[in-house]
């Protein structure tokens, strides 16, 4: 069994009447990408601030590594490292500077601080912007440099808050493949994300959170093991009559279907040869049809299914 590295209890924070998280459990094991999705407000910055004894709360306990966190739980916070929402560097302090500073609230020694600092300039890929000012960087740049200056004294516990939001597709990819190269380096990961892909991408397991609370929790696979979709079938096709959907619609594991006048989207649960019956319709009436495409489930109908509305918002 592995060793429990945060463990969050009933956990209550209200911000005046808004309860920002009600009664939330949580429970990460060592060597976890644990990702807690979910959408805009849905409550993961507060957990994160909870977490990190930054916030205090109403209700709830918080341990990490076994022991309570409170704000003065110096022994954790050391082994911790943390990669905030919003980029925290010092503008006055060149990059280098800056993971040195931050390096060194946790790393005494000089020459070990220095290997440490270069060590996480290479591993965020920042050997050409030393001395840059932070204020030069673009936004893929700068997220690596947050991420340089949480990781660079070897935190045992990483925690991320959507270190991917207006970042580039580059610097995305090279911050998802770091996550899992400081995972692999034996470090357990929280990641927090609106975006679905990313968390399934990289995420080991998952708590999908709406409104302060988690509506569902597992890996990958067992969160769309727990939904009735196993496939959405898209077709782009003009002039369906309402015979011709109902037809669709009233085929075997068909659930659900929306057509817009120009593409026709058929929700399937269970089943084999779905799509061959709903094209096997269309022909019979003698329509003609544009792309075809076939979808398994997301974690964006997850989400749909148990709250009813979209995860992904408009960007
Ligand atoms: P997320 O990180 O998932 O976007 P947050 O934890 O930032 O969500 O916010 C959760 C809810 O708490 C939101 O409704 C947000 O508006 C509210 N909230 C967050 N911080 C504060 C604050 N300092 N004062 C009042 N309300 C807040
Ligand atoms: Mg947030």
Not at 184 to 199: L, P, Q, R
Not at 263 to 282: A, E, Q
């Amino acid at each position: 069994m592995e060793n429990t590295v945060v463990k969050i209890s009933s956990l209550v924070k209200r911000y005046g009447d808004l309860v920002a998280l009600d009664h939330l459990d949580l429970e990460i094991k060592e060597g976890e990408i644990f990702g807690l999705l979910g959408p805009n407000g849905s409550g993961k910055t507060t957990t994160i601030n909870c977490l990190l004894s930054l916030l205090t709360f109403d209700k709830g306990e918080i341990e990490i590594f076994g022991k309570e966190m409170t704000p003065s739980s110096y022994d954790i916070k050391k082994q911790i490292g943390v990669i905030m929402q919003n980029v925290a560097v010092f503008e006055e302090l060149n990059v280098y500077e800056n993971i040195d500073y931050f390096c060194g609230l946790y790393i005494r020694d000089k020459a070990e601080r220095k290997r440490l600092v270069e060590e996480a300039i290479a591993f965020t890929g920042l050997e050409d912007f030393k001395k840059f000012s932070p204020k030069k960087l673009s936004g893929g740049l700068l997220r690596r440099l947050n991420i340089a200056c949480g990781i660079a004294h070897k935190p045992k516990l990483i925690i991320l808050d959507e270190p991917t939001v207006a970042v580039d597709p580059q610097s995305r990819n090279k911050i998802l493949e770091g996550i899992q190269e400081l995972n692999k380096n034996g470090a357990t990961i929280i990641y927090t994300s609106h975006y679905m892909e990313e968390v399934e991408q990289i995420c080991t397991r998952i708590a999908i959170m709406d409104k302060g609370k988690k509506i569902a929790e597992g890996t990958n696979d067992e969160l769309k093991r727990m939904i009735k979709n196993t496939e959405t079938i898209n077709i782009e096709v003009l002039g369906l009559d309402e015979k011709i959907t109902g037809e669709i619609s009233a085929l075997p594991h068909v659930y659900n279907s929306e057509y817009d006048g120009a593409k026709l989207t058929v929700y399937c649960s269970g089943g084999k040869h779905n799509l061959i019956r709903v094209l096997d319709v269309l022909q019979k009436n003698d329509i003609a049809f544009g792309r075809v495409y076939s979808e398994l489930p997301t974690l964006n109908d997850v989400f749909l299914e148990i709250t009813g509305k979209a995860l992904r918002d408009k960007e």
